[in-house]
């Protein structure tokens, strides 16, 4: 190859359809590679050889002078609207040689403009971009675009335009006495943020009830604040220990099993020294680390001003507030790795990826029950006890144990006095339904589907991956590998037909049906059809599910996933609707909206459609809406479906609630109540 690119290659380049061109070169996203041109895609993987690191670079840079291929990377690409340059790789691939300039500690870093033009336009976030720069140049804020490659010159022009950008969005003007630029950086009181709790918080509670800490984990908390979570870690006989710059500065930062980084990162205003600090928790890290951080669920702009890529707020603490999916993605590039989400702002970092690989399996794994005992047969009321390991296993993984899997499962002793395990099974099975069993087996089939179609979003694990475990699950249930991949790949495809779904829903002997939606209770979630249960993945696997939703709102016209809140589901008998959590499968966005401060909030009727038989409550749950149906308060559903008109329906019908039965208003009109006894004695002959 000569001292230029070859005269080929330079017209793909200059020709692509795809990718940002400059005079001298083509940028393009890492997302946008398999779009180019093969011979493109070729010389890209010559370079990548000799840089290998090239594989998690944002942008690739061909040169248009010289055979020369640049990765660049902005690990903030997705949630900044102008990142700045971390470091870049250069591949010079007449000479075979790698050269790397970081630009991290630089002051005035170059910085993107126009990203969209990097993407192609099936990337998430490209109207978000578009959409940006539409507004930047209806302003004229990207006119001579040479005066604002770096960073200093970008913030002067919006500081002379008195404009500052807010999550993608131009704000109005500022003051004239604000500065986006001011030399003197506000004073930044971080300390204030730390919460005075009295109790674990909310990714140490997620931690513990997942199982992570097993006996004799260690624990450690970077940025601890005011210690309360070290201190509730001791309590409970973990080794615990946190450093804190400002609570705990003495304390040395030392290596643990499980190392908490809650709610730290958002409240550190440089961009490196955030980065600094995620990759410092995880270089403590032996097995999982912990990382929450603040997300945008509403319009925090009031006041407070924008500073760096957060805001200060009136007591002088920065935030950044993250969106769900920006917080991951930051997560995965800064970490190479794949976080698991686990509720909203909170993930998992696994540094093993089979412990990864099956604490997602759990997630997926319905409950399900050992078969009743049907019949009386001897040999299995003389075993009884020694056959409960056996049952217990099967009830959780749909298969018998195999190899050394009889030890740590406590079937050996099933073995040594049986014979063998499937003996001992052939004696379960006399006292129990076969067809109960096929049932576990089965749901333990559609189990391992949801989990593995899901694994395609992120980086789905190899089988030399995953856990002995799981890998013996998918060979019992599955066959190979490959073959429940492309089994459970055929029903991710599916979820693209909304009329399949809506079939789904439509069949579905679970849940409320709604005229444009199915609602269905959390506890239910696990007994629906296994295709409804992985259009609900596609959801939680980015957010995690809120583990305070009552109702998950299955949309069947548009891929959307509501969760829905009702903080009094159980004892309210029309629970009324705090907030609703919406998540666009198209572009993964999350809207919310919250009612707490309405007072005429939606409620909801009928309870015992949307729970299980078996589900506490559900018979007087079923009692209470035959009443109201007997009584014709539920004749018209549409027009009862906020606080204000059921109220109002009620008093019409002389009726009022006493817990979860219906009964006389006292003050209500004789008369009144004589022509409503009259209507429900008619309504009963029915």
């Not at 789904?504 to 709604?514: E, L, N």
């Not at 309210?572 to 998540?583: C, E, G, K, N």
Request: hydrophobic share 35%; with cysteine; proline share 5%.
């Amino acid at each position: 190859m000569g001292t230029e690119l070859d005269v080929h290659l330079l017209t793909l380049c200059r020709h692509s359809p795809i990718g940002k061109h400059l005079p001298d070169a083509l940028y393009v996203h890492q997302s946008a590679l398999s779009a180019l041109a093969s011979e493109l895609q070729a010389y890209e993987a010559q370079a990548r050889q000799l840089a290998p690191q090239g594989t998690n670079a944002t942008l690739i840079k061909f040169s248009f002078q010289k055979p020369q291929i640049s990765y660049l990377f902005y690990p903030d690409f997705d949630h900044h609207p102008h990142p700045a340059l971390h470091h870049s790789v250069q591949v010079n691939l007449e000479t075979k040689t790698v050269a790397e300039r970081h630009y991290s500690t630089v002051d005035n870093p170059p910085i993107l403009h126009r990203k969209e033009t990097f993407v192609t336009s099936a990337y998430p976030l490209y109207a978000q971009f578009q959409w940006l720069t539409q507004q930047e140049e209806a302003l004229g804020l990207l006119d001579n675009a040479r005066s604002i490659g770096s960073r200093q010159n970008w913030e002067q022009r919006l500081s002379d335009r008195r404009l500052m950008i807010y999550h993608h969005q131009l704000a109005c003007p500022l003051p004239l006495t604000a500065s986006i630029n001011s030399p003197t950086k506000p004073q930044i009181h971080r300390h204030k943020a730390a919460i005075a709790r009295v109790t674990a918080s909310k990714p140490v509670r997620l931690a513990i009830e997942a199982g992570l800490f097993e006996p004799g984990t260690t624990y450690f908390d970077y940025g601890c604040g005011r210690g309360v979570d070290v201190d509730y870690m001791n309590r409970l006989g973990y080794v615990s220990a946190g450093w804190d710059p400002y609570f705990c500065p003495d304390t040395e930062p030392v290596a643990a099993d499980i190392v908490n980084l809650g709610y730290v990162i958002n409240v550190i205003e440089e961009t490196a020294e955030r980065r600094h600090a995620l990759l410092q928790a995880w270089h403590l890290t032996q097995k999982v680390l912990i990382v929450s951080a603040q997300v945008l669920i509403s319009d925090r702009s009031h006041g407070v001003v924008v500073y760096g890529d957060g805001i200060i707020t009136r007591r002088n603490t920065f935030q950044k507030y993250y969106a769900q999916e920006e917080l991951k993605i930051y997560i995965d590039q800064v970490l190479n790795a794949d976080a698991i989400p686990v509720a909203l702002g909170i993930y998992f970092v696994f540094r093993d990826s089979a412990q990864a690989e099956t604490f997602r399996a759990t997630r997926f794994r319905s409950k399900a029950r050992s078969p009743h005992i049907r019949l009386n047969v001897s040999q299995f009321e003389q075993y009884h006890d020694l056959l409960q390991p056996l049952i217990a296993f099967y009830t959780e993984r749909g298969r018998l144990p195999s190899g050394d899997e009889i030890d740590t499962s406590g079937c050996r002793a099933i073995q040594n006095r049986l014979g063998s395990i499937k003996r001992a099974f052939n004696i379960v099975l006399k006292a129990t339904e076969r067809q109960d069993w096929d049932y576990i087996e089965e749901k333990r089939r559609q189990d391992l589907l949801v989990y593995l179609a899901l694994s395609q979003f992120g980086r789905r694990p190899t089988s030399q991956q995953l856990s002995p475990t799981v890998q013996r699950d998918i060979k019992a249930l599955l066959g190979t590998y490959h073959q429940a991949c492309t089994t459970a790949d055929l029903m991710l495809m599916s979820l693209g037909n909304l009329a399949i779904i809506e079939e789904r829903c439509r069949q579905s002997s679970i849940g409320q049906q709604r005229p444009h939606s199915l609602w269905v209770h959390v506890s239910a979630l696990d007994a629906l059809d296994p295709l409804l249960r992985l259009y609900e993945g596609c959801a939680s696997r980015t957010i995690g599910r809120p583990q305070d939703a009552s109702i998950v709102k299955f949309h069947v016209n548009t891929p959307k996933i509501t969760y829905l809140f009702l903080p009094n589901f159980d004892i309210d008998p029309h629970p009324a609707l705090s907030t609703s959590m919406q998540i666009s499968l198209r572009d993964l966005k999350v809207r919310y909206r919250d009612y707490d401060l309405h007072d005429n909030p939606p409620i909801l009727h009928r309870k015992e459609q949307v729970v299980m038989q078996d589900y506490p409550g559900y018979e007087k749950f079923a009692k209470l809406s035959q009443q109201e149906y007997n009584w014709g308060l539920l004749d018209d559903i549409t027009a009862i479906g906020n606080r204000h008109n059921w109220e109002r329906c009620l008093e019409d019908h002389c009726a009022t609630l006493k817990g979860h039965r219906l009964i006389w208003r006292k003050d209500a009109d004789a008369y009144h109540i004589k022509v409503v006894r009259s209507r429900i004695r008619s309504r009963s002959k029915r």
